[in-house]
């Protein structure tokens, strides 16, 4: 399996989950919440920067 097809199977694979993030430091609570949207997924593999296709 080529590189691209992988980042395509890794990629779904997140795309079931969300992420909650909770950090705090003493009366300080942050809290984050990360998600994978298929919009999303050319601009995190970098598509516009591959020159070998």
Do not use: C, N, W
């Amino acid at each position: 399996m080529d590189a691209l097809k992988q980042s395509t199977v890794a990629f779904q694979e997140l795309m079931k989950y969300e992420y909650e993030i909770v950090a705090g430091s003493k009366k300080t609570l942050i809290k984050m919440v990360l998600f994978f949207s298929k919009e999303h997924f050319m601009h995190l593999i970098g598509l516009h920067k591959l020159t070998d296709l």
